[in-house]
């Protein structure tokens, strides 16, 4: 029984101390909140008690501001930006915007300021050193002044001396001049003398120049008549095949190339321009050195092509470039068009060279030279509108009577080359020309007066002169 009661007091004695002890855990909290709470407080107090006094300087401090730029200490800031603004659109204008403040530009203008007293400065004593110079110049201009006018003293006297110098020589001079006049009417007499014999000697000259000259024309007239031409034929016929394939003695080593063309003569004939050609031929290929197979473009029936025949080409030369010029309006295959630029490729394909030619256009292209052989003749247009060719027709004839030219027609130089047009083609439409249209023999009956073919054209006469 005593022990339970132990028990029970041991218990109590237990739980009492437990509250005890949480009881003082109790008040030390209350106490420890309490003390940090009035610390809290000292120091918000403290706190509230410096940002006062900041606020106070501050406001000190831009009271201070306002009156250093010269506002009212109790401005507000609306003022302040105000007058902030207007200093900065009159005053800082011109600067950039990272120096819109009262310092930099101050400093600016202080800078500007101190250069312009500087210029000032140099300025003033420039004004005195011009100054000075000034006064040298006034004190030099004087001295001079006093020494021209010693000058001009002794000039006055030399010019006295001179002009009575002068009237001396004048009056030399008047004597010399007549002596002169004598003499130069003596010399006017002789010259006159002089040109009178020396006309009559130009005036005998000249008859003689005129006989002269109507003799070399007859003598070039009788030379045209029969004197030979220097042409020699360019090779020989080697041998004829009945299919109308021929070799001539031409080949390689002579430079000829395929396509060129030639006219056959007669064996007994030596001068091809003065022969009747029998008929034409065109190199087909090269077989060697002086051999070259060729076919017969044309020929007569009646004289027909034989081995030892002579080849004669107007533009192909074995060893030497003939050189041409072109005149006239050039149509080869007689269709109305102009056919130069065939004719020059037709000229250098077969060896030869073109000096001068008429473009399409009548335009002079190139130079004749006294080394250009022959001039062609092409047709003299009569039409108006042509007027360039008919001038350059007479121009370049009248250059080959200067520089000695040999002038052939156009169809002579194709005839003595051997060259045979292509198949002619007739232009319809607006371009046709009635003379290209023929009647056939089932539209009439062909008696011998009649004519089928067109009448020919004279394309080889100048206005008032045979060209040749």
Known sequence: ???????????????????????????????????????????????????TEAVRTNQQENESYRRYIGLGEHDNYDVVKETYDEDMDKYGSTFDESRHNYRDILGIIYEENKKIALREADAKEQLRQLKERLLAVENEKEQQVQQYQAQMKKAEADAATQRKSFAEDRSKLETTKQELTVSMNEQKQYYQKEKKQLDTKIEELTSRLANSERAKKKLLEERAKGAESFEVPDGLVSWVNQNGTIWINLGAADALRPQ???????????????????????????????????RITSDNLIDPVLSGDHVYSQVWHRGKNLRFALTGFIDIDDDGTNDVDKAIELIEFNGGEVDSYLDKDGALKGDMTVDTR????????????????????????KEADDKGVEKITLVEFLNRMGYTPDVRTVKLGVGA???????????????????????????????GKVPY
Request: one cysteine or more; hydrophobic letters at 40%.
């Open 433 to 463: 020309r009635s003379d290209d249209f023929v009647a056939s023999p089932d539209q009439f009956e062909i008696s011998p007066s009649s004519n089928r073919f067109r009448p020919r054209r004279t394309p080889y006469r100048l206005p």
């Open 1 to 51: 029984m005593a022990a339970r009661q132990d028990q029970t007091l041991v218990i109590a004695l237990i739980v009492f101390v437990c509250i005890a002890v949480i009881g003082l855990a109790w008040g030390y909290l209350m106490f420890k909140s309490s003390g940090d709470a009035h610390k809290q407080i000292a120091d918000l107090q403290q706190k509230l008690q410096n940002e």
């Open 374 to 397: 022959y001039l062609v003749l092409g047709e003299f247009p009569e039409d108006s509108l042509k007027g360039a060719f008919r001038e350059g027709w007479g121009r370049m004839a």
């Open 260 to 294: 060129v063309t030639f006219s056959v003569y007669d064996a007994t004939l030596s001068d091809p321009a003065k022969a009747e050609k029998k008929g034409t031929i065109e190199v087909t290929r090269i077989l060697g050195d002086h051999i070259a197979e060729a």
